[in-house]
């Protein structure tokens, strides 16, 4: 009897299911290995913190709001993860000069340090993942990937 990753369909009825059950496990393997790095230091983010950690590390000075357009995500489960970073010492918030009612969100030094090592640990499990796989393959994946998020933006 053949062994198989209960994580992947090999069925040759449900290919279509494998491949997104693998997309997903390789993603979620990815995630796991990315925020290793950070889970025996000080600050053990999640998924989300590292996005939003992210998010304020390109647009310095943004602020909840901003946050909440570009990601589509609820304001109020914005406005928790916010508020835990900002407990960590990652984020740093000043009041708007022109409209009190709104803050302006910044990396603090912690934050930054804690977004390189995301963004290092990034470089090293991309260079991981392709190792042995040759230019035009890497290509050639990219492609397909890129076929099936526009198959499936198509279908939204």
């Known amino acids: ?12 009825e449900n290919n279509e299911d494998g491949v997104l059950d693998l997309i997903h496990t390789v993603m979620h393997q990815y995630r796991s290995m990315q ?17 939003v950690l992210s998010y304020f590390g390109h ?6 709001s901003d946050l909440a357009k570009h990601s589509g995500r609820d304001k109020a489960q914005l406005a928790r993860l916010i508020k835990g970073l900002r407990d960590q010492g990652l984020l740093d918030a ?13 990396l ?19 260079t991981l993942a392709l190792k042995d796989m040759a230019s035009n393959e890497q290509q ?12 499936l933006d198509a279908g939204s």
């Open 59 to 64: 647009y310095p000075g943004s602020t909840q």
């Open 140 to 151: 050639e994946l990219l492609q397909l990937l890129q076929r099936v998020k526009v198959n």
């Open 1 to 12: 009897m053949r062994k198989t990753n209960d994580n992947v369909n090999h069925s040759q």
């Open 108 to 126: 603090t030094t912690d934050g930054q340090s804690v977004l390189t090592t995301l963004r290092q640990q990034a470089k090293r499990l991309n």
């Open 35 to 51: 925020y290793q790095a950070l889970r025996d230091g000080p600050h053990d983010i999640t998924h989300m913190e590292g996005k």
């Open 94 to 106: 000043v009041a708007d000069e022109s409209d009190k009612r709104n803050v302006r969100l910044t």
